[in-house]
C-alpha cells in the first residue's frame, strides 16, 4: 500500500481547489490585461484609426513616425527632464525624511501621518492644492519669494519651459517622496543597534558611520524606492494635465499618448508610443531586478 | 549643541512641506472671493465664509452679484460614483487576492509559478499601455460608463499588488496551525476561512487601505471611461471647475478638501495598516 496512491484523491482534490481559487484572477487579468497588451502590440504594426476606412499592415512604419514626430520628442525630453529632478530629488529628502524619522522618539506616528497624507490624496487635489500656489496673480509662491527678497515682480510661472516642468516635478516629489521615506525606513529600522554602538566606540563620526553602516544597508531598499520612483515619474500624468493642460512645454509621454489616442483618434499610432513607454518602465524595473539578485535566490 | 538643535528644526521643515500646502488650501476654502484675491494674501480668512461648501452642498450663493447654482446636483453623483467604484473595486479585489493568495502559497496545480510571476509582473507596465486596447473591447461590450467596467478596470490594475501582499502575508503564518487543522479533519476551504483569513485581518486591511486609496486617486481611467455624470467620480470633475469660465479657487479648494476627507481618515486613524503595507509591498 503506497503513501503515494493514499494521497492521490487528496493531491487531486488540492489541484481543483487551487485552480478554482485562481480561476477569478486568471480570467480579469487574462481579459482586462494580456488580451488588449498582445492587441497593443499586434494593432501598433496596423493603422487602426476611426476616422479611416480599413486597418492596413504597416509593419513598423508607426514606430519609425515616431522618432520623426517633434511633439512626441518634446515629448520624451519634458518626462526625461521630469524623472532626473523627481527620481534626484525623491531619493534624497526621502533617505533625509526616514533618517529624521528614526531619530525621533515621541509622537513619530503622528509625524509619519503628517508625512504620508500628500501620497494618500488623490494627485489631483494635490495638483489643485499647487495650481493656486503657483497662481501667477494671487499664489502664495509669489507673495513668499518677494516678501523675502528672491523676486522683484511677480512671475507667470508656466511661460517658462524650464521654470514649469521644475515645478511640476515639486508637486510630483511631494506627493511620491513620502513612498522613498517608508520604504527606506523599513530598511534603517532592519539594521542592528550595535553596528553603531561599535562604530561610536571606534570613534567614527556620524557622517562616516552613515557612509560605512547606512549606506550600505539601505541599498536593496533604495534599489526598489529608485525603481518605484522612475517608473512612477516615467508615467506622470496627473499634474501635468492639471498645472498646463495639453501644453507642449511640459506635455509628458502620457499625455501625448492620451491626446493622440483620445483627441486625435489616432489609436494605433498612439498604441505604438505606449508600447514604447511600456518597453522602458520593463526595462527599468528589470535592471533592478537584475540588480538584486540576491533578493531572487532568497525567495 | 548643534545636533541637538537640528532635529526640532527638520520636524518643523518637515511638518510645513507636508502639511502647509493642505492647510493653505484649507484656509483659502474658507475665505471670500474678495479675501483671495487680496494683497499680500491672508493667512488665515479674515472672515470665515462657508460659502464655497454651501454652494458644494446644495445652496446657491452669490458671486460678483450673480447668482450662482449651487453644483450639488454633479457634486453629489461624483461622490457617489467615486464612493460606488472605490468600494466595489476594494472588496473584489481584495476578496480575490485573499482567495489567490492561498492558492498561489498552499496548493499545488499546473502553472501556478508561471501564472503568479505573468501577474506581478504587470506591475512593472503602466495601467495605461492596456487603455486604448481596453477602450474600444469595453465599447464593443457596451461597459463604457458604467460601473461594472470601471471596478473591473481597476480590479485588473490593483490586482497584482494586493496579490503580492496577501502571498506575503499568507507565507509568514506558521505552518504549524493549518497543518493542525488538516489533522483534525479540516478541509483545505475550513482552514482558509475559520484560520488563515483571520489570522491575516492585518494583512487584508493593509491592501483594502492600498486599494481604496489608489481607487479614490484614480484620474486617467475615468477620464477615457467615465465620461459623463453616469459614473464619473471627484476626481473627474473637480477639475472641470477650473476649466469653467473664471476659475472660483474657493470652490476648487472646499472641493479639493472634501475629496480627501476618506484618505485623512486613514491616515489617521489606520496609518499603522497602511505603512505596514507600503513597506511590504515595496519589499519581499
Not at chain 1, 526595462?283 to 532568497?298: E, I, K, P, Q
Amino acid at each position: 500500500m503506497s503513501l503515494a496512491l493514499a494521497l492521490a484523491p487528496g493531491r487531486r482534490r488540492e489541484t481543483g481547489l487551487g485552480l478554482l481559487l485562481a480561476l477569478p484572477i486568471v480570467l480579469v487579468m487574462a481579459s482586462l490585461v494580456f488580451y488588449p497588451l498582445l492587441l497593443t502590440l499586434w494593432d501598433s504594426l496596423h493603422r487602426v484609426d476611426p476616422m479611416r476606412y480599413g486597418t492596413p499592415f504597416v509593419g513598423l512604419g508607426q514606430y519609425i513616425e515616431l522618432f520623426n514626430d517633434s511633439d512626441v520628442g518634446a515629448a520624451w525630453g519634458n518626462t526625461i527632464w521630469l524623472v532626473i529632478m523627481a527620481v534626484v530629488a525623491e531619493t534624497v529628502g526621502g533617505v533625509l525624511i526616514a533618517l529624521l524619522l528614526q531619530s525621533v522618539r515621541r509622537g513619530r506616528q503622528w509625524l509619519l501621518a503628517a508625512v504620508i497624507l500628500p501620497w494618500a490624496m488623490p494627485p489631483i487635489v494635490n495638483a489643485i492644492i499647487w495650481l493656486w500656489i503657483y497662481n501667477p496673480s494671487y499664489g502664495l509662491l509669489n507673495a513668499v519669494l518677494r516678501d523675502l527678497g528672491v523676486i522683484s515682480h511677480y512671475h507667470v510661472w508656466f511661460n517658462d519651459r524650464a521654470t514649469a516642468l521644475a515645478l511640476i516635478a515639486v508637486v510630483h516629489v511631494w506627493r511620491m517622496m513620502p513612498l522613498t521615506a517608508v520604504i527606506v525606513l523599513a530598511a534603517l529600522q532592519g539594521i542592528p543597534h550595535e553596528l553603531y554602538e561599535a562604530a561610536r566606540i571606534d570613534g567614527a563620526r556620524p557622517w562616516r558611520s552613515f557612509v560605512a553602516i547606512t549606506l550600505p544597508l539601505i541599498a536593496p531598499a533604495l534599489a526598489i524606492a529608485l525603481t518605484q520612483s522612475t517608473i512612477f515619474a516615467f508615467n506622470l500624468f496627473d499634474e501635468a494635465w492639471i498645472l498646463a493642460g495639453a501644453s507642449l512645454d511640459t506635455r509628458t509621454l502620457l499625455i501625448e499618448t492620451y491626446m493622440l489616442a483620445f483627441q486625435n483618434l489616432h489609436f494605433s499610432y498612439g498604441m505604438a508610443l505606449s508600447v514604447l513607454v511600456m518597453l522602458v518602465s520593463l526595462a527599468v524595473s528589470l535592471l533592478y531586478v537584475m540588480r538584486s539578485g540576491r533578493g531572487a535566490t532568497y525567495e | 549643541m548643534r545636533r541637538i538643535s537640528a532635529k526640532p528644526v527638520g520636524v518643523v521643515v518637515l511638518l510645513i512641506w507636508s502639511l502647509g500646502p493642505i492647510y493653505w488650501a484649507l484656509a483659502s476654502s474658507f475665505m471670500r472671493p474678495t479675501d483671495l484675491t487680496a494683497q499680500p494674501p491672508h493667512f488665515l480668512p479674515p472672515v470665515v465664509t462657508w460659502q464655497h461648501y454651501a454652494n458644494l452642498l446644495g445652496f446657491n450663493s452669490t458671486f460678483q452679484g450673480q447668482q450662482v447654482q449651487s453644483v450639488w446636483p454633479q457634486f453629489s453623483r461624483a461622490l457617489v460614483n467615486s464612493l460606488v467604484t472605490s468600494g466595489a473595486a476594494t472588496i473584489v479585489t481584495v476578496a480575490l487576492a485573499a482567495l489567490g493568495a492561498y492558492a498561489f502559497v498552499r496548493l499545488r496545480f499546473p502553472g501556478r509559478d508561471a501564472i503568479f510571476a505573468l501577474v506581478v509582473a504587470t506591475l512593472a507596465i503602466p495601467a495605461y499601455t492596456v487603455m486604448i486596447p481596453l477602450y474600444r473591447l469595453m465599447i464593443v461590450v457596451h461597459l463604457v460608463d458604467t460601473y461594472l467596467g470601471v471596478t473591473l478596470i481597476y480590479v485588473s490594475a490593483f490586482l497584482p499588488l494586493a496579490l503580492w501582499l496577501m502571498r506575503s502575508v499568507y507565507r509568514a503564518l506558521p505552518l504549524s496551525l493549518e497543518e493542525a487543522a488538516a489533522l483534525d479533519g479540516a478541509s483545505r476551504l475550513y482552514t482558509l476561512f475559520r484560520i488563515v483569513i483571520p489570522l491575516s485581518a492585518p494583512g487584508l486591511i493593509a491592501s483594502a487601505i492600498l486599494t481604496f486609496l489608489s481607487a479614490w486617486g484614480m484620474f486617467v481611467v475615468p477620464l477615457v471611461f467615465s465620461p459623463t455624470l453616469h459614473t464619473k467620480p471627484l476626481t473627474v470633475l473637480i477639475p472641470e471647475f477650473v476649466t469653467k469660465n473664471y476659475v472660483d479657487y474657493g470652490l476648487m479648494n472646499a472641493a479639493g478638501l472634501l475629496a480627501i476627507i476618506p484618505p485623512v481618515l486613514v491616515v489617521i486613524f489606520l496609518n499603522r495598516y497602511l505603512v505596514s503595507g507600503l513597506m511590504a509591498g515595496a519589499g519581499k
